[in-house]
């Protein structure tokens, strides 16, 4: 068959394929893996949420909504926000419900970045982040963050890779891979440095349930950036709703309304289905919620302690399910260490540097595995380790 690669953008061309896909392309062709790589609860969504979806279907739910979603479901959005971050949106023309925080990045970045112009992106990061922007046809641009710092971003960090062309700033707090999180006087810090170079704020806070030492803070509430702050949330993780595919963008007007017109000619709406489980997840969902967040945090100390026992020095991540100890003692990269655990141990993990070049030398693991699961790939990780740390 003659290769159709010519009619491809090379804007997709220059783009790789995702650092955690191709790795666990290797996992599906390995028997009896235990896998601390996928970024999912291991509960199913609680019974409740699932039976108002029934509910809603046997009642006749099953049309398009308002392109920006269920009105119902954007106030009681409205109310979480109030209550979670203390801050007032208008669930007519400030809130708009997505496919998935994915798509709000997407569509945010979209209306936001003309070509050439900057998205600064704190690295490690989710792996959307830098191919969303090159897909938007801005430039991302890199900041590191560093261990030491638990992966907050610095100011002098951010400010020293601000240019002319800078746009546009993502902060993904708590933080996936690293579980690292901002305190409120580290995004204080960050605050004039945005207003002074008139930079717009992507705040991705899909995992801002799942802080566990004290309460989230977005970026959002502080004076002077709820204009330009764009802040995406959604049901996935807190409220194990992954594969429903339904999230939310909260912000300006203007740069909602413009986030809404791609949403409109590529979406149309989220699935009716998905609104009304999401609604029940609001009203009524924090209980099971809590207990998640509860095991998930138990999972945690497990997972730090063991790590740091056996040599793979880990700090304690302060948010998400995930934790990102470094395996440098081993002397192999990220990508070499993966392929061996899970060659000789039938462990499964992500190579940090799926997520950026920060994240060389560390690995990404997953705590929302079950607790037997974690401790038989614990047990399987330090006789790999007994082997290899130098």
């Known amino acids: 068959m003659s290769s159709m690669q010519k009619y491809i953008s090379n804007t997709v061309k220059s783009i790789p394929p995702s650092g955690i896909r191709k790795f666990f392309d290797l996992v599906s062709q390995t028997e009896g893996v235990i896998s601390l790589g996928v970024g999912e609860p291991d509960y199913a969504t609680p019974w409740h949420i699932r039976e108002a979806c029934f509910h809603s279907l046997e009642q006749g739910y099953t049309m398009y909504t308002s392109n920006s979603g269920l009105l119902e479901l954007r106030e009681e959005i409205a109310k979480y ?53 090159s897909l938007s046809y801005g430039e991302p641009v890199s900041l590191p963050t560093y261990d030491e710092d638990e992966y907050r971003l610095r100011p002098d960090v951010l400010e020293s890779k601000i240019t002319d062309k800078s746009k546009v700033l993502i902060l993904g707090y708590p933080n996936n891979p690293t579980g690292g999180i901002m305190h409120k006087e580290d995004l204080e810090a960050l605050v004039d440095i945005i207003v002074k170079n008139d930079l717009i704020v992507i705040s991705d806070e899909i995992y801002s349930e799942l802080t566990y030492n004290g309460k989230h803070v977005s ?172």
């Open 81 to 133: 926000m109030k209550k979670g971050i203390g801050i007032e949106y208008n669930p007519e023309d400030e809130i708009l419900v997505t496919v998935g925080v994915s798509e709000g990045v997407d569509i945010a970045l979209r209306s936001l970045i003309e070509p050439g112009d900057e998205v600064l992106i704190p690295d490690p990061s989710y792996v959307c982040y830098g191919p969303g922007a």
């Open 219 to 390: 970026i959002a509430s502080l004076p002077g950036m709820q204009e330009r702050t764009v802040v995406l949330n959604g049901f996935s993780k807190a409220y194990a709703m992954t594969g429903w595919r339904i999230g939310y963008a909260c912000g300006h007007p203007d740069i909602i309304g413009a986030m809404t017109k791609i949403h409109q000619y590529t979406i149309m709406c989220a699935p009716i289905m998905a609104q009304k489980a999401a609604l029940e997840a609001l009203r009524h969902g924090e209980g099971e919620m809590r207990k998640m967040v509860e095991d998930y945090n138990y999972r945690r100390k497990i997972i730090v302690s063991e790590f740091n026992e056996m040599g793979l020095t880990c700090f304690e991540p302060k948010g998400a399910f995930y934790c990102f100890p470094s395996i440098q003692k081993t002397g192999m990269t990220s990508e070499e260490f993966c392929e061996k655990l899970l060659i000789e141990e039938q462990v499964a993990v992500v190579p940090g540097n799926a997520f950026g070049e920060s994240g060389e030398g560390f690995i990404r693991c997953c705590y929302a595995a079950s607790v037997s699961n974690i401790e038989q790939a614990l047990e399987r990780m330090s006789n790999f380790c007994i082997r290899h740390i130098k």
